[in-house]
């Protein structure tokens, strides 16, 4: 297990040199939560967090949330995506199950912002999530999980239950050193706005809604 400080060595996270770079105490409306940063050396604006709750056991079965970025969502409240009620609720039971958060900064399921409002742009004109980012000639889901398993093992985590509906954040544990042991659904009831997308990611995409 890296040592704090130590480089997390990811070969398909994108970010191979991560390293815990700060932490503090952040009171939130949920409790407190430590949130330590993780980025490369160059990179000081967009390092992935973990928000880990102060009673944290790692040799436990924890609860784990892996949230990809979602500005529109999770800052702004946007009803287009489940994101910012998935975040919201992620807060919620990682606070009461004395469980993590991990925060990935893959915005617009990697795509980044300024892609994801030209995605936007395309579903309004008719096109669904996924057509919209191969139209923009960009993959349907750009995102790796690696960094985040490397983010759970400087915690001395290797086991946990994983808040989720996507099948692939499952399958990204593969063999390696964290285990899942159950998957806890986090369901979004859906809304008149995202009635579509949640659609698109049941049909489409494989996620496991109701
Ligand atoms: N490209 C694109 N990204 C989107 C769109 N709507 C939401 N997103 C992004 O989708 C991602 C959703 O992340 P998560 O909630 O962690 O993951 P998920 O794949 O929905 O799976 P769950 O764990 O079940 O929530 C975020 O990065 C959002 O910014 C969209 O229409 N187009």
């Given at each position: 297990m890296p040592e704090h400080g130590d480089p997390i060595l990811l070969?398909?996270?994108?970010?191979?040199?991560?390293?815990?770079r700060a932490e503090a105490l952040i009171p939130t409306p949920y409790g407190e939560f430590q949130m330590i940063a993780y980025a490369g050396?160059?990179?000081?604006?967009?390092p992935h967090l973990a928000l880990v709750?102060?009673?944290?056991?790692?040799?436990?079965d924890v609860v784990v949330r892996l949230h990809s970025e979602c500005i529109t969502g999770d800052?702004?409240?946007?009803?287009?995506?489940d994101c910012g009620e998935q975040l919201d609720r992620a807060l919620r039971m990682t606070a009461a199950a004395k469980g993590v958060v991990v925060y990935l900064r893959q915005e617009g399921r990697g795509i980044g912002i300024i892609n994801k409002l030209k995605a936007y742009q395309l579903q309004d004109q008719g096109m669904d999530t996924i057509q919209a980012n191969l139209h923009l000639g960009l993959d349907i889901d750009a995102r790796h999980y690696g960094v985040a398993q490397g983010i759970l093992t400087d915690l001395g985590i290797s086991r946990i239950q994983l808040l989720t509906n996507n099948p692939e954040k499952v399958d990204s544990?593969?063999?390696?050193?964290?285990?899942?042991?159950r998957r806890l659904p986090i369901i979004v009831s859906p809304g008149k706005e995202n009635r579509n997308y949640l659609r698109t990611k049941q049909l489409d995409m494989g996620h496991w809604l109701k």
């Open positions: 070969p398909s996270s994108g970010l191979s040199d991560a390293t815990r050396e160059a990179e000081d604006y967009t709750h102060p009673e944290m056991d790692p040799a436990s800052l702004f409240g946007s009803k287009r995506c544990f593969g063999d390696g050193p964290i285990r899942v042991v």
